[in-house]
């Protein structure tokens, strides 16, 4: 068992740290606080290759394979301050462009990967609605056969990226007579579709990434325009869901080990009782439980991007890491509050930014609730997810 990183992965991760850091994440405070896009970001990332780094090159992406995927977004998530940036990206790359490269069609490919790996297209995911959240196969939007497509029609919430987004992967129902699983199909839909539109949805963190509702009002579609087979939605998602579960949170491993190394400085440097805070054990303990689930975090973390790049399933260790990772970031970042005293709660140092961001990741991507129910699951025992 080999747990380095071969010299071209660690060159990269370099590389995307130091162009994280420089170059991108700057204006954090601002759009948190504005709830702004960051536009000039996304266009430096795309130019950067980010957008595109595990789609393959001959649809516009980088080609890389998921260990070293998961090891450049890993980098990016460490040295971007802006949560709200990465979490657009994440939505964009792994619930998005990786159905079309995994699912689509050549032609589907060929279409729509080139604009959203060079950022022309921002990519969202629409599954969620109002009445529907845990249990997706509950969902009410309906995608009804007309001449040779479908009308689209229902309401989706809580959409990262909705209100900017250009495409759109849609979970409809195409059947009321078929078993559950079998009664739901994916879409692609993009923006200027008559009868589509959206609202913006406040929120509390990963401001940076607008939030919508998307209404689809008696869309028209194609029939070019749906993933995989008629019927195939479930499949589609479970077995995408180990990107997103997996890797979406490679990032948060990056946040885990940034928010590490703020502590150990400020730990190192911060004067009272006429030392650093550091020697008081209540602190030091602190640092060293923070050490330890980024350890683990990142194990994790390589073992899926590992499984996945011998092209093994890794829906058990998806779960376990996206729960892992999501519980890990609450805590480190409420430690890393308590360690930076009011300035930590203030806006001074972006530390009460940071917890307001990573509180969503218990929620979004399946609940900690569900991963917990998916992993006593898949060791058999009897659950209702
Ligand atoms: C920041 C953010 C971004 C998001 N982005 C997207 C997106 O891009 N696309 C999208 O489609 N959705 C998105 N979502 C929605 C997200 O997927 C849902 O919030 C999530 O699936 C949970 O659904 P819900 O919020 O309706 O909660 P509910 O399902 O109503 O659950 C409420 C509570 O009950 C618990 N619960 C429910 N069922 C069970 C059960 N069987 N066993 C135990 N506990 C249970 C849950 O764990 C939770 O604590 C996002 C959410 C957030 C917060």
């Known amino acids: 068992m080999d747990f380095a990183p071969t010299a071209e992965q660690q060159e990269l991760r370099d590389r995307v740290i130091r162009f994280a850091k420089t170059t991108i994440g700057t204006r954090a405070a601002e759009h948190d606080r504005e709830g702004t896009f960051d536009e000039d970001g996304w266009k430096l990332c795309a130019d950067f290759g980010v957008l595109g780094w595990p789609i393959a090159s001959e649809y516009g992406g980088s080609g890389y394979d998921p260990l070293t995927a998961i090891m450049a977004y890993e980098g990016l998530g460490y040295g971007c301050a802006d949560n ?9 790359v792994f619930a998005c462009a990786v159905y079309i490269a995994d699912h689509g069609t050549e032609e589907q490919r060929r279409r729509w990967l080139p604009p959203l790996c060079d950022g022309s297209m921002v990519g969202a995911h629409a599954l969620s609605e109002p009445e529907t959240g845990s249990d997706m196969l509950a969902l009410t939007t309906k995608a009804v056969r007309s001449g040779d497509g479908y009308v689209l029609t229902g309401t989706k919430k809580f959409i990262s990226n909705g209100p900017r987004a250009d495409l759109f992967i849609v979970f409809a129902r195409t059947s009321e007579t078929e078993a559950p699983q079998r009664s739901i199909s ?3 839909v993009e923006r200027d579709t008559p009868g589509l539109s959206t609202e913006l949805i406040p929120k509390a963190g990963l401001r940076g990434t607008p939030m919508g509702e998307i209404v689809f009002d008696g869309c028209v579609l194609r029939e070019d325009q749906r993933l995989g087979a008629e019927g195939a939605g479930y499949q589609l998602f479970t077995s995408t869901m180990e990107w997103e579960r997996g890797f979406m949170f490679a ?6 080990a940034r928010l590490l190394d703020r502590c150990v400085e400020y730990a190192s440097t911060r004067q009272q009782f006429g030392r650093a805070i550091g020697a008081f054990q209540a602190v030091s303990h602190k640092i060293a439980d923070m050490r330890v689930r980024l350890e683990l975090a990142r194990l994790l973390l390589y073992k899926v991007g590992w499984l996945r790049s011998r092209g093994r399933l890794a829906l058990h260790e998806a779960s376990m890491l996206k729960l892992y990772v999501s519980e890990s970031l609450s805590v480190s970042a409420l430690d890393a509050m308590q360690i930076h005293g009011a300035r930590g709660y203030t806006e001074e140092l972006g530390i009460e930014r940071e917890l307001r961001d990573v509180l969503a990741g218990t929620i979004y991507g399946g609940t900690s609730e569900i991963q917990r129910s998916i992993i006593a699951g898949l060791l058999g025992v009897p659950t209702s997810v």
């Open 84 to 92: 709200g940036l990465v979490f657009a990206i994440n939505n964009h």
């Open 186 to 188: 994916a879409f692609v």
């Open 251 to 256: 990032s948060g491993v990056g946040v885990l």
